[in-house]
């Protein structure tokens, strides 16, 4: 069974650029979550989606943050314009059905450096 | 609001010590408990999932306690090995099976 994947792995922009990173689930599975990680900090969630409709996203900084997920399946999640300390790992998770199986499955993760 | 806090931040210890790592959360009314473990430059892996109705889990060398009303929970790894050495994150399940909160993790080195 394949993994969550996301890329870019690594992305180093200037402050005020705007980047996009991309998550493609595992098969099946109906919810999709991204968290940010700052260096030295546990994950922290941004935004999470059952299928293509938003269950969460009171912790998304919706002035430059955006996160979409069209079809139910793969999903990307934009920052414009980026400032420093959006510096972190951003990683994508995936599950089954968090009320029955909660387990999160999670991708690598997108290094993030903002100059 | 839930915090989750991880003591110590760093551990080293040598190869074959038995050794706990320590999570504690504000809020007792949590749906779950998980440990995840991070290796550098990769994702999260579940390592054991406690239900709120359960005081612990085990897998091979790995035993998770939970105690709601204290708000703790402890993460026993017996006869540790090299490979053993990566972060150990606590996660709380916050109002609902889907919503975690985590800790900020322990980086666990266990030297030959």
């Known amino acids: 069974e394949a993994g969550v994947a996301q890329s870019p792995r690594y992305k180093i922009i200037e402050k005020r650029q705007s980047v996009a990173f991309w998550c493609n689930p595992i098969s099946g599975h109906a919810t999709l979550y991204w968290y940010q990680q700052i260096l030295g900090q546990g994950p922290k969630l941004l935004i999470q989606f059952q299928n293509n409709g938003v269950v969460d996203d009171s912790q998304l900084p919706k002035d430059r943050f955006s996160a979409e997920r069209l079809k139910g399946v793969d999903s990307t999640l934009k920052i414009q314009p980026a400032k420093l300390e959006d510096s972190a790992v951003y990683l994508c998770?995936?599950?089954?059905?968090?009320?029955?199986?909660?387990?999160?499955?999670f991708g690598p993760g997108t290094r993030l450096l903002v100059l | 609001k839930q915090e989750v806090t991880q003591i110590p931040a760093a551990l080293s210890v040598p190869e074959g010590e038995n050794l706990v790592l320590n999570c504690s959360f504000t809020d007792s009314a949590i749906y779950n408990l998980q440990w995840f473990r991070q290796d550098p430059g990769k994702g999260l892996t579940s390592l054991l999932l406690?239900?709120?109705?359960?005081r612990e889990q085990t897998s091979g060398r790995l035993n998770a306690s939970l105690d709601k009303s204290s708000g703790r929970s402890t993460l026993y790894i017996a006869a540790s090995q090299p490979g053993d050495s990566a972060t150990y994150l606590c996660a709380v399940g916050d109002g609902s099976a889907s919503k975690i909160i985590f800790g900020s993790g322990t980086r666990l080195s266990i030297r030959p």
């Open positions: 406690i239900q709120s109705s359960q």
């Open positions: 998770a995936s599950s089954l059905d968090p009320t029955s199986v909660p387990t999160q499955y």
